[in-house]
């Protein structure tokens, strides 16, 4: 797995802060995750995505429920410590840094806070189904509504899911990852660019439509943010579907 970051990091994109980070996930399963860093020109911080919350997300993406160890080109950061945290393996999970021994994510963030705190059972990669529908979607959109209906929003309740379709008529999708800290939860558009970029070796360049499917009467949105981080990516049009 430390072998491998040296790959991973080949998929950072990091236009803002130049440093490239890689990660590798092992599923439950024992298979390999590759995440990157993704940042997107002229738009706030926030919306970077870590390595390590991308080698999750394609975990995800690939059925795992759980991860056992993460290999990380550099010590995670307080951020995804506290994003790790919400994992159903938690508690069990290895963190590997090169030229260091091997730790466990409790050694690394102390007193935690995690769903528990907030009366949460749930954790990020159990399954979820919200039974969310759509009459008679197009493919995008049947896409989106997908990963609306296995995001991850026990805090909000706001499931949501993006699909983007590239120019060469490839869709990927992404779903919404919350957090007990609200702020590392990831964005459904993040974790469609992950898919975008790690699985189908595209670049933001690619992109030729957004679809954003979300609950309507929801307490957030992710409309703005996602309009802002496309304008800043290229003119690529969102079409919002509220239900």
Same mark, same amino acid.
């Given at each position: 797995?430390?072998?491998?970051?040296?790959?991973?990091?080949?998929?950072?994109?990091?236009?803002?802060?130049?440093?490239?980070?890689? =990660?590798?996930?092992?599923?439950? &399963?024992?298979? %390999?995750? $590759?995440? +990157?860093?993704? #940042?997107?020109?002229?738009? !706030? *911080?926030?919306?970077?995505?870590?390595?390590?919350?991308?080698?999750?997300?394609?975990?995800?993406?690939?059925?795992?429920?759980?991860?056992?160890?993460?290999?990380?080109?550099?010590?995670?950061?307080?951020?995804?410590?506290?994003?790790?945290?919400?994992?159903?393996?938690?508690?069990?999970?290895?963190?590997?840094?090169?030229?260091?021994?091997?730790?466990?994510?409790?050694?690394?963030?102390?007193?935690?806070?995690?769903?528990?705190?907030?009366?949460?059972?749930? =954790?990020?990669?159990?399954?979820? &189904?919200?039974? %969310?529908? $759509?009459? +008679?979607?197009? #493919?995008?959109?049947?896409? !989106? *509504?997908?990963?609306?209906?296995?995001?991850?929003?026990?805090?909000?309740?706001?499931?949501?899911?993006?699909?983007?379709?590239?120019?060469?008529?490839?869709?990927?999708?992404?779903?919404?990852?919350?957090?007990?800290?609200?702020?590392?939860?990831?964005?459904?558009?993040?974790?469609?660019?992950?898919?975008?970029?790690?699985?189908?070796?595209?670049?933001?360049?690619?992109?030729?439509?957004?679809?954003?499917?979300?609950?309507?009467?929801?307490?957030?949105?992710? =409309?703005?943010?996602?309009?802002?981080?496309?304008?800043?990516?290229?003119?690529?049009?969102?079409?919002?579907?509220?239900?």
């Amino acid at each position: 797995m430390l072998d491998l970051i040296a790959e991973a990091k080949k998929l950072a994109i990091p236009p803002i802060s130049n440093f490239f980070v890689g =990660a590798v996930a092992r599923g439950t &399963s024992g298979n %390999l995750y $590759l995440g +990157a860093n993704f #940042e997107f020109p002229g738009e !706030a *911080l926030s919306f970077t995505v870590h390595a390590e919350q991308a080698a999750v997300v394609n975990a995800m993406a690939h059925g795992e429920t759980g991860l056992d160890v993460l290999a990380v080109s550099a010590a995670p950061c307080g951020y995804c410590r506290q994003f790790l945290n919400e994992l159903t393996t938690a508690s069990t999970l290895q963190i590997l840094i090169p030229d260091h021994p091997p730790a466990l994510l409790s050694s690394l963030l102390p007193f935690a806070f995690g769903p528990a705190d907030l009366g949460v059972t749930a =954790a990020l990669m159990s399954p979820q &189904s919200h039974g %969310l529908t $759509l009459d +008679a979607p197009d #493919e995008l959109a049947a896409a !989106a *509504l997908a990963a609306a209906d296995a995001s991850y929003a026990p805090y909000s309740h706001a499931y949501a899911g993006v699909a983007l379709r590239t120019r060469d008529g490839a869709i990927y999708r992404g779903s919404l990852a919350e957090n007990a800290a609200y702020n590392p939860s990831m964005s459904p558009f993040e974790a469609a660019i992950v898919s975008l970029v790690i699985t189908g070796g595209k670049s933001y360049a690619d992109i030729a439509e957004a679809v954003l499917v979300e609950v309507k009467a929801a307490p957030v949105s992710q =409309a703005g943010a996602t309009r802002a981080v496309l304008a800043s990516i290229g003119d690529v049009p969102l079409r919002l579907i509220q239900i």
